[in-house]
């Protein structure tokens, strides 16, 4: 489903280079609960913005669904990243002049179903992460982990095949975060494709396997179940 | 040192009152090191806030260092919030034009610092949390524990005796997370009163008392050693 080769990801600084990401080759099958760890800095948020269709490597190449990602056309992309991928950013990227709901309602905007549908599927997708009372709430009044969830409902809300998920309970309590765990579960039960990064390891031991990362490279990469 | 009596803290969205806190009272000796823990949005950040006078209560009192934070002037608040209190953000609250460095000499800028003494000092600060090599980057060119840890280098620049830390560890390894809360232990043993909120174990197991925190109040105070 997903196959990466070789990848890198440099960034120009001045005159310095600075290597995020140096030579990842990866295969990610249909199905796969696949966890990401490392070190601060180490490149799984460039590796995941990558995957994700959000940013182009420097070298190396993609695959995602047999298609190579470079020479898919705009329409294509938009088309991945609205219905096939949802992402849940590592520092959230919500709309900060936008209630919950409307940020959770803007991937279906985007997809350009009916207002009453859209207000729907948006408020089912803030009941599942337990916000249903903080609907009309915008970010500023919102707590750090009611806002890390408004993310996690936005990227579940399209009902993608692929759930790319960074950090997703860094702010979240072990409860509330197990109740994250609880639902990406159900989600790779229902046949849905998963990739967190994570530092944290009740959340790693949900997944099959782990791939550590270290300097920009796969350091390991771990079978657990 | 801290002590809060009856704390109340209520916002108004239209009709609907949302008591954030529901009358905390505690106190907090000189040289304490305390956990704070609880469910999301349970208020722990919206008692940091007021603890760190960034913000004032609906109803209750509070003192800090025997005076009673209403009764300051702004000079004085002023002062508070640059030498005594260094504060880590939950959500970092760095400037975006400005680079690691630059964000934390903010903190000596205010103090009145000349340039070379700043620089110097920022970057003592960032070489303590490991970013030696990062201090030209900007934030949306660093990675999420990157940001974070120039949160905390900012919150500790001007060496403040009370820490208020939301969350410190939220974006990093254990590995990483554990080097910080090592130089919090430091702190602590050098005099220092830290407060920080957080959800991971090991993190809250360094310090010598939990607070929990649920729907706005004290569910339980646990002295651990
Ligand atoms: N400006 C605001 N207007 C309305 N409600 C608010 C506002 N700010 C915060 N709240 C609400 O107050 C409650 C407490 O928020 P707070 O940020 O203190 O929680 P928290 O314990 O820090 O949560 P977390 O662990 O998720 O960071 C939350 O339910 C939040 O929705
Ligand atoms: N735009 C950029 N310009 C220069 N360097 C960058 C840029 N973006 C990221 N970096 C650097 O690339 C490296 C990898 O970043 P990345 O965000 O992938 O790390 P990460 O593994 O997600 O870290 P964390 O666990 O802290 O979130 C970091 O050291 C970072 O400083
Ligand atoms: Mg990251
Ligand atoms: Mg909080």
Redesign the interface.
Same mark, same amino acid.
């Given at each position: 489903l997903i196959q990466t080769e070789d990848l890198w990801k440099t960034?120009l600084?001045?005159s310095e280079e600075i290597h995020a990401l140096r030579g990842v080759s990866l295969e990610i099958e249909r199905n796969e609960y696949v966890a990401i760890?490392?070190?601060?800095?180490?490149g799984?948020?460039t590796l995941m913005n990558l995957i994700g269709c959000l940013d182009t490597p420097t070298r190396g190449s993609y695959w995602i669904n047999g298609k190579l990602a470079s020479e898919l056309d705009d329409d294509q992309l938009a088309y991945l990243r609205n219905r096939e991928i949802g992402f849940v950013f590592?520092?959230f990227n919500l709309l900060p002049r936008a209630t919950a709901l409307g940020n959770v309602e803007l991937p279906l905007v985007y997809r350009g179903l009916p207002a009453a549908e859209r207000r729907e599927k948006a408020q089912d997708a803030l009941r599942m992460v337990e916000l249903a009372d903080?609907m009309? #709430?915008r970010p500023s009044?919102l707590?750090?982990?009611?806002?890390?969830?408004v993310a996690i409902a936005r990227a579940l809300v399209n009902s993608p095949s692929i759930v790319l998920a960074?950090?997703p309970t860094?702010?979240?309590?072990?409860?509330?975060?197990a109740e994250i765990m609880n639902l990406f579960n159900r989600l790779n039960r229902e046949g849905n494709t998963l990739l967190v990064v994570t #530092?944290?390891?009740d959340v790693a031991a949900c997944a099959r396997r782990i791939i550590h990362i270290r300097d920009g490279m796969v350091e390991r990469d771990e079978r657990i179940r």
């Open positions: 960034y600084m001045g760890m490392g070190p601060s800095g180490s799984k948020s590592q520092t903080r009309d #709430h009044e707590s750090g982990g009611e806002r890390q969830r960074d950090e860094g702010n979240l309590d072990s409860a509330t975060g #530092h944290e390891r």
